[in-house]
C-alpha cells in the first residue's frame, strides 16, 4: 500500500512540472508573438539639401533613338493579292514591287477601250476622206474626236489602275512589316506595311528652358550610344521645339549617321553631349540619392519626419552629381542613404545632413 502511494506521488509530481514547463514555453512564446508585432518608430537616414549650384558648361543629356524617315505603304487598288515578293525584314529600293494585285479584268478592260479607241481612229480617217471630197458635213467628225478624246483618257486611267496593281517600295529602306499575305484581299487606302531607313537616326532629347536658349540649329553634339560602350558618334541638332510639355522641357531633335552595317535601332538610349561657351547655373542633388534609373528616377523627400516618395526627371550628370529638372525645389531635404529600409510615409530620423 505503502508503494503504491509512493508511485502516485511521483506521477503526481511528475504531471506538475509537466504542466508548469508547458506554462513557461507558452509564456515564452506569447512573449515573442508581442515583440514581433513591435515595430520601429523610425527608421534612420541621412539626408542632403537640394542646392542651386553652378554646373559646368556641358550639358548632358538622354534621349531615345528613331528611324529619320519612316513610312507607310499604302495600296492605291482594289483586289486579291496573288504574289508576294518582298518578305518582312528586307532591303527594299524606293519603287521595288512588294506585292502583285489581280489586273485580269483591268486589263481585259483596256483591251476593249484600245480596240475601241483604233476603231474611233479609223473612222476619223474615213469621215476626213469623206470631208475632203465634200461627201460628210465637217460637223460630224467633232464627235468623233470627242469619243477619241475619251476613250485616250479612259485608256490613261486604266493603265494607271493597272501599274498601281503592283504594291511598290515608296522609299529606300527596310521592310519593317508585312501585313498581308498571297490571297489577301485589298482595297484603297488599306495599309500593307511599314518601312524605315536606319541609314540615319534622329536622337530625341529633352533640355529644359535655361539650356534650350543656348542651343542653336545645326549645333554640332556627341552623342554616345549606350550599347557601343564609349563610343562617341557625330551629331547635328536639326530641329528645337517650339513649346515645352508638361513638365516645361523642350524637345531637341539631333541628326546621326548610322555607323557600320546600321548596327543602332530605333528605341535604343544614347546620351547627348552639348558643348556650350558659359556656365550655367542648376538643381543637383548627389547622384546616389535616386531610386531607380535615371529615366524613372525617384527620391525620397523629408517633410516632417516624414519620407515622402517623389518622381523627379534628371537631365545631366556630372561625376557624383546630377541635375534635376524637375520635380524638386530648391532647400527640400532628400534621403541620401537609408532607402531599402523605407517606403512610401515611412517615419524618419536624420542621423547626419550633408
Known amino acids: 500500500m505503502q508503494k503504491k502511494q509512493i508511485l502516485w506521488s511521483t506521477a503526481l509530481l511528475f504531471a506538475a512540472l509537466i504542466a508548469w514547463k508547458l506554462f513557461q514555453n507558452k509564456a515564452a512564446l506569447e512573449a515573442e508573438t508581442q515583440l ?9 537616414v541621412e539626408t542632403a539639401t537640394v542646392s542651386l549650384d553652378i554646373l559646368s558648361n556641358q550639358l548632358e543629356t538622354d534621349g531615345i533613338f528613331m528611324a529619320a524617315k ?7 487598288t482594289a483586289g486579291r493579292v496573288i504574289e508576294t515578293y518582298k518578305n518582312k525584314g528586307d532591303y527594299c529600293r524606293e519603287g521595288d514591287p512588294i506585292a502583285k494585285v489581280d489586273d485580269e479584268m483591268l486589263r ?9 479607241l483604233a476603231k474611233l481612229r ?5 469621215l476626213s476622206n469623206l470631208i475632203e471630197g465634200d461627201a460628210a ?5 467633232e464627235d468623233i474626236e470627242l469619243g477619241i478624246l475619251a476613250a485616250e483618257a479612259k485608256e490613261k486611267g486604266l493603265k494607271k489602275q493597272i501599274a498601281n496593281t503592283t504594291l511598290k517600295a515608296p522609299m529606300t529602306g527596310t521592310l519593317g512589316m508585312r501585313f498581308i499575305e498571297r490571297g489577301s484581299v485589298i482595297g484603297p487606302g488599306i495599309q500593307i506595311g511599314q518601312m524605315a531607313n536606319l541609314d540615319r537616326l534622329f536622337l530625341m532629347v529633352k533640355v529644359t528652358e535655361h539650356d534650350v536658349l543656348k542651343i542653336k540649329k545645326g549645333m554640332r553634339v556627341d552623342v554616345l550610344p549606350d ?6 558618334l557625330p551629331g547635328k541638332v536639326t530641329n528645337i521645339g517650339l513649346r515645352s510639355d508638361n513638365t516645361f522641357t523642350y524637345d531637341v531633335e539631333i541628326e546621326v549617321d548610322n555607323p ?3 548596327l543602332l535601332r530605333g528605341g535604343m538610349h544614347a546620351k547627348a553631349i552639348f558643348q556650350f561657351t558659359d556656365q550655367r547655373k542648376g538643381l543637383v542633388i548627389p547622384r546616389k540619392a535616386i531610386i531607380g534609373s535615371v529615366q524613372d528616377a525617384k527620391v525620397y523627400v523629408v517633410r516632417d519626419s516624414t519620407a515622402q516618395l517623389r518622381a523627379v526627371q534628371i537631365g545631366s550628370l556630372q561625376s557624383d552629381r546630377a541635375e534635376v529638372i524637375s520635380g524638386l525645389n530648391a532647400g527640400e531635404e532628400i534621403v541620401l542613404t537609408g532607402q ?10 536624420v542621423l547626419k545632413e550633408q
Open 340 to 349: 531599402l529600409n523605407l517606403s512610401n510615409g515611412s517615419k524618419v530620423a
Open 260 to 262: 557600320g552595317n546600321n
Open 70 to 76: 519612316e513610312m507607310l505603304v499604302i495600296s492605291e
Open 36 to 44: 514581433s508585432k513591435i515595430t520601429r518608430s523610425f527608421v534612420p
Open 122 to 126: 479609223k473612222d476619223r480617217d474615213r
Open 227 to 232: 550599347v557601343l560602350n564609349s563610343t562617341r
Open 137 to 141: 458635213p465637217k460637223n460630224k467628225i
Open 108 to 116: 481585259i478592260e483596256l483591251e476593249a477601250t484600245q480596240a475601241n
